[in-house]
């Protein structure tokens, strides 16, 4: 069957003409240029009707080197809009960019109320309904069908090969079509790279960087007081929670503070889960040591408040990221151990066989149970499709090549990339130390090799270094004001002004990690919130926002450019109320009134 496919995938490949696409500004946003490819729903029948495919275009001024065509991932995530100011455009001077909504994303975006609907659950159950919802026409969205669309663009552009280039997924995107159409392509650029070799649903790079990426981020003393060993940390972790859930109070995105739990038997994928936050967030990646620690020695808030940060990512709608077209994509393209023929009920044991063969040593510090549950390949057990015609790793064309990542990245983690490269002749690996997932439109670093590599210069694979250092991890205030040092002053005033700037401390350290995630305001780990004030975030304001239990802060520091400046309002147990005045005058320290108690805490 497969050899039908690809029989028919080169009929289309070595025949497909696309009409010149008509560019023309998108409104409010010149000089961008908007414009539709008309493909056949299936290459292979374009009778069938057609799919109208988004496009826009940023064009060079001047004098025209080449066109770079970006990718996005996913895969269900749109790749416009280009915005007139586009980074990765102004890096590349001489250079055209061009993106599009790949089919079934954007404008163009694949639906599902059964995954799409406010009630859904996005359980296996709810993933099975949308592929009967979406009915046949699902196995029009696999990769191969993107790779003969991105051969039609190349014709609508009037170009006999253009520079190829993706983030994610469409780094398996872009490998797949230069492997089909090597001599289409001038350049490749890679970002946060999939290995096809790997994609197997199973997510062993994932698993198998955990432990280096952690040892990395607590290297040269970085967890000192806060752990002796991050990794032997989710060791203990994953067995308690083999057996039992983490109960605790949880912070939520509003400031309350709900019970919730964490882990047992059915949900032992929530820790990993929990750790993939940091991809996308280096601030709650230096959170997790912390966070993690405190869990195994009894307190889960920390632990449980990055799983508000976790839930506040997940939601968007198809436009930008289609739900329905990941299964229908992924199912196709995953070498998974069952095929389109086997019964549905029949692929679970299938799936726990699968996971067994790859031994324990593939998912330490985790499990096959953190592993599976969740994971990709589960998700598509329900899924009738799977594989329709998987990108079989192959040699790269001898093309300028330059594949970077995040030595934080869990998703698609360093080793991919280099595996990846060892089968592109001229392919050379950038990697940014403390970056997790996505570095183009991240760093000014990655973008300068960008230019590099498209320009003939020398390319630096040490240029992030210093523009994405290892972050420093965030210690965790102590849980309760017994167990709270005193600072300022003796006894009770002491620990509660120390509870106090253990708070500032927390709303300063891990704001970010809040704006990362899509939130507008940063959950205190034991309720209340810090939202950032100013076009720059130049001020903190803190609402009952709480590190200790027990000790609250309200107020706004305002930052000054070497320290914040400001008061709180201090709230603590019975009459241990008052205020801490950060900087006043030019003084480099807190100081104020607990109780009646006068307090000085010096900065530093």
């Not at 649903?201 to 000192?224: N, T």
């Not at 032997?232 to 308690?240: E, H, N, Y």
């Not at 400031?255 to 750790?275: C, E, I, K, M, Y």
């Amino acid at each position: 069957m497969l050899a039908v496919v690809a029989a028919s995938l080169g009929v289309a490949a070595g025949t497909a003409t696309a009409a010149p696409i008509s560019f023309s500004t998108c409104a409010g946003r010149a000089p961008v240029q908007c414009g539709t490819l008309e493909v056949p729903l299936d290459h292979a029948a374009p009778g069938r009707g057609t799919l109208p495919l988004h496009v826009e275009r940023l064009a060079t001024r001047g004098s025209r080197r080449g066109v770079l065509v970006l990718l996005a991932g996913g895969p269900g995530q749109a790749g416009t809009p280009i915005t007139p100011d586009d980074p990765v455009a102004a890096a590349i001077p001489g250079w055209d960019l061009v993106m599009l909504d790949q089919r079934g994303t954007g404008k163009g975006a694949l639906t599902c109320p059964a995954l799409d609907g406010r009630d859904s659950d996005g359980s296996v159950d709810a993933i099975g309904r949308c592929a009967v919802q979406l009915g046949p026409d699902r196995a029009m969205y696999a990769t191969r069908d993107s790779v003969l669309d991105l051969e039609s663009l190349r014709d609508g552009l009037g170009v006999p090969a253009f520079a190829l280039g993706g983030i994610s997924y469409g780094t398996y995107v872009t490998q797949y079509y230069a492997q089909r159409f090597p001599s289409r392509v001038t350049h490749l650029v890679m970002d946060s790279v999939v290995d096809p070799a790997t994609f197997n649903g199973l997510e062993v790079p994932f698993h198998q960087r955990v432990a280096p990426a952690l040892r990395d981020l607590c290297a040269r003393g970085r967890c000192r007081g806060i752990t002796p060993d991050p990794v032997a940390d989710i060791s203990a972790l994953v067995q308690i929670t083999a057996t039992r859930s983490i109960r605790g109070m949880r912070a939520t995105e509003t400031g309350r503070t709900v019970r919730t739990s964490l882990g047992g038997p059915g949900n032992q994928g929530d820790l990993p889960a929990l750790l993939a936050v940091g991809d996308l967030s280096p601030t709650a990646r230096a959170m997790w040591p912390g966070a993690a620690r405190a869990a195994r020695t009894g307190d889960p808030a920390p632990l449980l408040r990055l799983s508000t940060l976790a839930d506040a990512g997940t939601a968007a709608p198809p436009s930008e990221l289609s739900s329905a077209l990941f299964y229908a994509t992924t199912c196709a393209d995953m070498a998974l151990p069952w095929t389109s023929a086997t019964p549905l009920e029949a692929r679970p044991a299938l799936l726990a066989a699968s996971a067994a063969q790859a031994g324990p040593a593939a998912f330490a510090p985790f499990t096959a149970a953190n592993a599976v549950p969740g994971g990709s390949a589960e998700s598509c057990t329900k899924w009738p499709d799977a594989a329709i015609d998987p990108l079989a790793p192959g040699p790269l064309p001898a093309v300028p090549t330059l594949l970077m990542d995040g030595g934080q990245d869990l998703r698609t983690p360093v080793e991919s990339a280099r595996a990846v490269a060892a089968r592109a002749p001229l392919g050379q690996v950038l990697v940014a130390p403390g970056a997790g997932h996505s570095l183009l439109y991240t760093y000014p670093c990655a973008r300068t090799q960008l230019r590099n590599v498209l320009s003939g210069r020398r390319v630096s694979t040490a240029a992030c270094n210093r523009e994405a250092p290892v972050p420093t991890p965030i210690p965790v205030p102590p849980a309760t004001l017994g167990a709270t040092a005193p600072s300022g002053a003796p006894g009770t005033a002491g620990r509660v002004a120390a509870a106090a700037r253990r708070a500032i401390q927390d709303g300063v350290l891990a704001m970010d990690a809040a704006t990362e995630s899509g939130l507008d305001a940063l959950p205190g780990i034991r309720g209340g919130l810090a939202r950032p004030r100013g076009v720059f975030g130049e001020a903190i304001a803190f609402s009952r926002f709480s590190a200790v239990r027990g000790v609250s802060i309200t107020g706004t520091l305002r930052f000054n450019g070497s320290t914040f400046q400001g008061s709180v309002r201090v709230s603590g147990p019975g009459s241990w109320d008052g205020t801490l005045t950060l900087a006043r005058g030019g003084e480099r320290a807190y100081t104020g009134t607990i109780g009646g108690v006068a307090v000085r805490i010096p900065l530093g």
